[in-house]
Protein backbone atom coordinates (compact mmCIF):
# COMPACT_ATOMS: atom_id res chain seq x y z
CA UNK A 1 0.00 0.00 0.00
CA UNK A 2 2.78 2.21 0.77
CA UNK A 3 4.22 1.78 -2.71
CA UNK A 4 0.94 2.70 -4.69
CA UNK A 5 0.81 6.20 -2.39
CA UNK A 6 4.70 6.66 -3.22
CA UNK A 7 3.68 5.84 -6.97
CA UNK A 8 0.66 8.33 -7.28
CA UNK A 9 1.90 10.99 -5.16
CA UNK A 10 4.84 10.85 -7.24
CA UNK A 11 2.76 11.17 -11.05
CA UNK A 12 0.07 13.57 -9.10
CA UNK A 13 3.39 16.43 -7.47
CA UNK A 14 4.80 15.65 -11.69
CA UNK A 15 1.45 16.41 -13.07
CA UNK A 16 0.72 19.38 -10.89
CA UNK A 17 4.26 20.95 -10.80
CA UNK A 18 4.31 21.13 -14.81
CA UNK A 19 2.72 25.00 -14.88
CA UNK A 20 4.61 26.77 -17.77
CA UNK A 21 4.27 29.48 -19.86
CA UNK A 22 1.28 28.90 -22.91
CA UNK A 23 1.85 26.58 -25.70
CA UNK A 24 5.90 25.37 -24.03
CA UNK A 25 5.51 21.37 -24.34
CA UNK A 26 7.02 19.58 -21.07
CA UNK A 27 8.46 16.42 -21.55
CA UNK A 28 7.47 13.49 -18.49
CA UNK A 29 8.86 10.40 -17.91
CA UNK A 30 6.61 8.12 -16.08
CA UNK A 31 7.89 4.66 -14.36
CA UNK A 32 5.34 2.18 -14.02
CA UNK A 33 4.88 -1.47 -13.41
CA UNK A 34 2.91 -4.39 -15.10
CA UNK A 35 -0.25 -3.60 -12.90
CA UNK A 36 -3.86 -2.63 -12.84
CA UNK A 37 -3.07 0.48 -10.73
CA UNK A 38 -1.60 2.55 -13.64
CA UNK A 39 -4.46 2.05 -15.89
CA UNK A 40 -5.99 5.27 -15.45
CA UNK A 41 -2.94 6.79 -16.81
CA UNK A 42 -3.04 4.77 -19.66
CA UNK A 43 -6.52 6.45 -20.46
CA UNK A 44 -5.76 10.08 -19.51
CA UNK A 45 -3.31 9.31 -22.04
CA UNK A 46 -6.09 8.25 -24.39
CA UNK A 47 -8.13 10.68 -23.73
CA UNK A 48 -5.78 13.32 -24.48
CA UNK A 49 -5.56 15.11 -20.92
CA UNK A 50 -1.96 15.71 -20.73
CA UNK A 51 -1.99 16.59 -24.63
CA UNK A 52 -4.90 18.95 -24.26
CA UNK A 53 -2.54 20.57 -21.12
CA UNK A 54 0.97 20.62 -22.91
CA UNK A 55 2.80 18.07 -21.55
CA UNK A 56 4.12 15.08 -23.37
CA UNK A 57 3.82 11.99 -21.15
CA UNK A 58 6.28 9.18 -22.00
CA UNK A 59 5.81 5.62 -19.98
CA UNK A 60 8.47 3.73 -19.01
CA UNK A 61 7.96 0.14 -17.66
CA UNK A 62 10.17 -1.03 -14.65
CA UNK A 63 10.34 -4.46 -13.52
CA UNK A 64 9.75 -3.30 -9.82
CA UNK A 65 8.79 -0.56 -7.74
CA UNK A 66 12.16 -0.41 -6.02
CA UNK A 67 13.87 0.93 -9.24
CA UNK A 68 12.08 3.95 -8.57
CA UNK A 69 13.47 5.66 -5.74
CA UNK A 70 17.24 5.86 -7.77
CA UNK A 71 15.69 6.66 -11.29
CA UNK A 72 13.75 9.78 -9.38
CA UNK A 73 17.07 10.60 -7.69
CA UNK A 74 18.86 10.40 -10.74
CA UNK A 75 16.76 12.95 -12.75
CA UNK A 76 15.86 9.83 -15.36
CA UNK A 77 12.49 10.23 -14.97
CA UNK A 78 10.00 12.78 -13.05
Known amino acids: MRRWAYVLLSAAAAVLTTGGPAGAETKLKMLYT ?3 GFSSAYL ?4 GFF ?3 GIDMEFV ?3 SSG ?7 SGSVQ
Open 67 to 73: NNPPALV
Open 51 to 53: KKR
Open 34 to 36: AVT
Open 61 to 63: LTA
Open 44 to 47: AQEA
